[in-house]
C-alpha cells in the first residue's frame, strides 16, 4: 500500500523562558499545547556555548504523576534523586524518569565551559498509573539503537519501534515514538507514526520538508502534524542539495 503523509497543522517557535536556578530554554510546548498533544506536556530546548545561561542548574525539585524524558546532544548532568539513584548524562545518553507517585531530584551540570544541548520532554502518565512508584533509568549512548532505513537516512530509536526494532526505553505506559532522526543532504524517508496517536517534530539544525505539500520547517520550529485518519506516517526531506542537514526530533 503507498504511504500517506500527515501534513504540517501548525509551525510553532516557542518561548524563551528559564528554569531551575536560571537556565535559559526554549519552550516549544507548553500549557496551551497540552490538550492537543496529549499526552507530551512540555518539550523544552536547551542550547548554548555561555556557561552563565546553564551553570547554576536544576537544584532539588519535585515531580508527581508524569515521566521526564531527557535527551542529550551535548555536554554532561549530572542526576540525584531522593531514592537513591545517581547518573551522568552525556552526549547521546537518555535519561526516562517516571515520577509516579513523587520524587525529588536534581540535574546540575558537570562542566564549566563548552556547550551544552538538548531536550526535556515531559510525557503524562494515565491515570491509572499516576500512583506508581517512581523509577529512573539512564540510558548510555551505545545502547540506543540506530538504524539505517533509507540513503542518508540514520536513525536513533530511542523508544517506540521502527521496521521491526525496538528502541533503548520499553515499556513506557504511554507507547511513546522518540526517534531523532538525521538526513544528509538530498535524503527522504517516510517515518511511520501510529494511527490516532498525536505526534510533532522539533527541527533543531538544518531545513526539512514535511508532508506531500513539502511545507518546511526551519531548525528551531516545531511542526504539530496532522491527524488524518488515512495517514500512516510522514515524509520527511532536507530541503535541497546545498543546505545543512535536516535533523528532525520527532515525539
Excluded at 531551575?20 to 500549557?31: S, Y
Excluded at 531514592?83 to 558537570?110: C, D, F, K, Y
Excluded at 540514520?154 to 526494532?165: M, S, T, W
Excluded at 511511520?192 to 518546511?216: C, E, K, L, S
Amino acid at each position: 500500500m503507498k504511504a500517506v503523509s500527515r501534513e504540517i497543522e501548525r509551525l510553532v517557535e516557542g518561548l524563551a523562558a528559564s528554569d531551575g536556578a536560571g537556565v535559559k530554554l526554549r519552550r516549544m510546548l507548553g500549557a496551551d499545547l497540552q490538550r492537543r498533544l496529549d499526552p507530551f506536556l512540555m518539550l523544552d530546548a536547551f542550547g548554548t556555548d555561555d556557561p552563565a545561561d546553564y551553570i547554576a542548574g536544576f537544584p532539588d525539585h519535585p515531580h508527581r504523576g508524569f515521566e521526564t524524558v531527557t535527551y542529550m546532544l551535548e555536554g554532561r548532568m549530572r542526576h540525584r534523586d531522593n531514592a537513591g539513584n545517581e547518573g551522568l548524562l552525556t552526549p547521546g545518553a537518555v535519561q526516562w524518569m517516571t515520577a509516579g507517585r513523587g520524587i525529588v531530584h536534581s540535574e546540575m551540570p558537570e562542566q564549566i565551559e563548552g556547550r551544552m544541548q538538548g531536550f526535556q520532554l515531559w510525557v503524562n502518565l494515565p491515570a491509572a498509573n499516576k500512583m506508581i512508584p517512581a523509577a529512573y533509568c539512564d540510558i548510555a549512548p551505545e545502547r540506543v539503537p540506530t538504524l539505517a532505513p533509507a540513503p542518508g537516512v540514520a536513525i536513533k530509536l530511542i523508544a517506540g519501534e521502527v521496521d521491526g526494532r525496538r528502541g533503548a526505553v520499553e515499556g513506557n505506559a504511554t507507547d511513546v515514538l522518540f526517534l531523532d532522526i538525521a538526513l544528509e543532504a538530498g535524503a527522504r524517508y517516510h517515518a511511520a507514526i501510529p494511527p490516532g496517536h498525536n505526534a510533532f517534530v522539533h527541527v533543531f539544525d538544518g531545513t526539512v520538508q514535511m508532508g506531500a505539500d513539502g511545507r518546511v520547517a526551519r531548525a528551531g520550529r516545531m511542526a504539530i502534524l496532522s491527524n488524518g485518519a488515512d495517514a500512516d506516517g510522514v515524509d520527511l526531506a532536507s530541503r535541497r542539495a546545498d543546505d545543512s542537514a535536516g535533523r528532525p526530533a520527532a515525539g
